[in-house]
């Protein structure tokens, strides 16, 4: 007669732990890179709103905010202001670096 055997066999483990390590190989870089891009995703976020902050503060006051630096969430960013005397139109532009390019964004007010 055939014994019934509870638990598992050690080949039963091995295979499991073999497509445990296999899985993990698979999705542990595919993690990695989503959560890369996830900041890269908040840090241009978050300098299109420190770039619609400034504008409206431009457009609310007519003079620039004299914030050259700002520092949020870890992260810096540099505001350039600058007048056009001609059409007399502001350009605001923000510079910041995520993990391994620089940016910048840039719009005008009207």
């Not at 840090?43 to 050259?68: C, N, V």
């Not at 969430?73 to 993990?99: K, M, Q």
Request: hydrophobic share 40%.
């Amino acid at each position: 007669m055939w014994r019934k055997s509870e638990g598992f066999f050690l080949t039963d483990m091995l295979l499991s732990l073999a497509a445990f390590v296999m899985a993990s190989a698979v999705l542990l870089p595919l993690a990695t890179m989503v959560i890369e891009k996830t900041a890269d995703v908040r840090t241009q976020g978050e300098a299109s709103a420190i770039l619609f902050d400034e504008l409206m503060y431009l457009k609310i006051t007519g003079q620039a905010s004299g914030r050259g630096w700002i520092a949020q969430n870890g992260n810096r960013y540099e505001l350039t202001v600058t007048n056009d005397e001609i059409d007399s139109a502001w350009e605001v532009c923000v510079h910041y670096e995520t993990g391994r390019q620089s940016y910048k964004k840039c719009s005008t007010s009207e």
